[in-house]
C-alpha cells in the first residue's frame, strides 16, 4: 500500500537558518505530492504540491522537487522565519478517488 | 467563497452515546473527504462521496460509523456507541475532481470520556 515517511521531529531553527525537512514515499501508480502546513490554531493548508516526476513545487519561499529515482520530496527553505512555526505534513495522492496518505507531520519552531 | 466549514468544532460526549457532525464543502467541489487525526499523527482517509455517491470506505471506519452526503452538497459523518478511542480530531476536505486540490476545514475535535 501507500506510505509516506516523515524525518522524526521536532524541528527548533533560528531565524534566518535553512530548513530541510525529508519526506519518502511508496505507492503504486504514479502519485502526486503535497506538502500541507498546520499554523497554531489553524486548518491544515497546501503549501505545495507536485504532480510529475522532476516537477517543483514552490510558495511562500518553501520549494520540494519531485523525485522519483529516490522516492523522495523533501522541503527546503532558504531562510526561515518566525511565522514558519507550523506543523508540517507530507501527503500523495493516487488513483482516481485522489484520497491522500499523509506522513506523521513534523512541528517546526523558529526562534527569533 | 468561505472554504469549508464544519460544525461543531469541539465536541465532549459519553461513552455509548451517538454523536453527528457536519460538513459544508466549497459550493462547486462534487468531492467530499473525511479524515480522522490523532495526536501526533497525520491524518488518515476515512470516506469519500462524489456527489451524493459514497464512492470508498475505509477498513479504519467501523460498523459504528455512517456518513452521507444526501444532496451532493453538506455531509454528515455519524459515530454510533462512541467509545474512548474514537477520540480525535475529524476532518473534511473537498475539492473538484481527480488531481485537484483537497481543501480541508477546521475539523471537528471529538472527546469521549
Known amino acids: 500500500g501507500n506510505s509516506v515517511t516523515q524525518m522524526e521531529g521536532p524541528v527548533t531553527l533560528s531565524e534566518e537558518a535553512f530548513l530541510t525537512i525529508n519526506c519518502t514515499y511508496t505507492a503504486t501508480g504514479y502519485p502526486s505530492l503535497f506538502w500541507y502546513v498546520q499554523y497554531p490554531g489553524e486548518g491544515l493548508q497546501l503549501l505545495l504540491k507536485a504532480t510529475k516526476a522532476d516537477d517543483k513545487g514552490s510558495n511562500k519561499g518553501f520549494e520540494a522537487t519531485y523525485r522519483k529515482e529516490t522516492t523522495s520530496f523533501h522541503l527546503e527553505k532558504g531562510s526561515v522565519q518566525v511565522s514558519d512555526s507550523a506543523v508540517y505534513f507530507c501527503?500523495?495522492?493516487?488513483?482516481?478517488?485522489?484520497?491522500?496518505?499523509f506522513g506523521k507531520g513534523i512541528t517546526l519552531s523558529v526562534r527569533p | 467563497d468561505t472554504g469549508v466549514s464544519q460544525d461543531p468544532r469541539h465536541k465532549i460526549t459519553k461513552r455509548g452515546q451517538n454523536v453527528t457532525f457536519r460538513c459544508d464543502p466549497i459550493s462547486e467541489h462534487n468531492r467530499l473527504y473525511w479524515y480522522r487525526q490523532t495526536l501526533g499523527q497525520g491524518p488518515e482517509f476515512l470516506t469519500y462521496f462524489q456527489n451524493e455517491a459514497q464512492l470508498e470506505k475505509s477498513r479504519l471506519l467501523s460498523d459504528r460509523f455512517s456518513a452521507e452526503r444526501p444532496k451532493g452538497s453538506f455531509s454528515t459523518l455519524e459515530i454510533q456507541r462512541t467509545e474512548q478511542g474514537d477520540s480525535a480530531m475529524y476532518l473534511c476536505?473537498?475539492?473538484?475532481?481527480?488531481?485537484?486540490?483537497?481543501?480541508f476545514g477546521p475539523g471537528t475535535r471529538l472527546l469521549v470520556l
Open positions: 476536505a473537498s475539492n473538484s475532481g481527480s488531481g485537484e486540490t483537497q481543501y
Open positions: 501527503a500523495l495522492g493516487t488513483g482516481a478517488n485522489s484520497k491522500l496518505t
